[in-house]
């Protein structure tokens, strides 16, 4: 649903964070304290106003993850036409998983398939594990789930963890960005890059009345509306 621009940066301070983590629980469990206690909490800034669309982040995963096509882990939403021609323009916005906190997906999955690693708070599935029975695809409040057709178990972005990172590299996505849109690592480290991202611009996250804490945070475009 979309809102008002200045309503979203200005109201309450429910949308705009520099830094930390509240503690607010989603239904009965909360992985905040856990995430807490591990090595590594990664998170990622998506620069709207430095995204022109071409979509590089969509194929370097697809690409990288071996994910078919039909199905996406990442997908960037362009926005109606603003303006008229000549001087038409468009905003850009990533969708994919939040990586949550405080996951919906993993809270309802009745097998453990869907898991946070406490290593690195990253939201991933037991691919073995899942039984197909889609609660985890019901729950998630950004949609962003799907049924992976070969393994026909549920899948999502889960930053590129058994490729690039495992290869010690970044993100797929973030490496084939050529604009610089994507900004990826530890919030844990108050030293990191993303850390000064998001001290240095009017950040939001999406649904976080929610409570589910999501990890990807969006620096907001000067045009439009954002869609929430």
Do not use: W
């Not at 990253?122 to 609660?135: A, E």
């Not at 604009?179 to 976080?208: C, H, M, Q, W």
């Amino acid at each position: 649903m979309a809102c008002s621009r200045r309503n979203l940066l200005l109201g309450a301070g429910a949308v705009i964070f520099t830094t930390g983590v509240s503690k607010v629980a989603f239904g009965k469990k909360s992985l905040v304290a856990t995430q807490e206690d591990g090595d590594k909490r990664y998170g990622m800034v998506f620069d709207e106003t430095a995204c022109i669309g071409c979509t590089a982040c969509t194929d370097a995963c697809r690409e990288t993850n071996n994910v078919p096509e039909g199905v996406s882990r990442l997908t960037i939403e362009r926005s109606a036409p603003m303006g008229e021609y000549p001087d038409v323009d468009y905003t850009f916005t990533r969708v994919s998983c939040q990586h949550c906190d405080n996951a919906p997906c993993v809270t309802v999955c009745p097998t453990g398939a869907s898991y946070v690693d406490l290593k690195t708070g990253i939201v991933d599935v037991h691919s073995d594990k899942c039984v197909g029975c889609g609660y985890c695809l019901a729950a998630c409040p950004y949609k962003v789930r799907f049924f992976h057709p070969e393994t026909k178990s549920a899948d999502k972005c889960n930053f590129c963890r058994d490729t690039n990172l495992k290869a010690g590299k970044l993100p797929a996505c973030v490496e084939s960005c050529p604009t610089k849109a994507l900004t990826f690592g530890d919030l844990n480290d108050p030293t990191s890059e993303i850390n000064k991202v998001i001290a240095s611009n009017a950040v939001y996250r999406s649904k976080v009345e929610l409570g589910t804490e999501p990890k990807l945070y969006k620096v907001a475009d000067t045009k439009g509306e954002i869609k929430r």
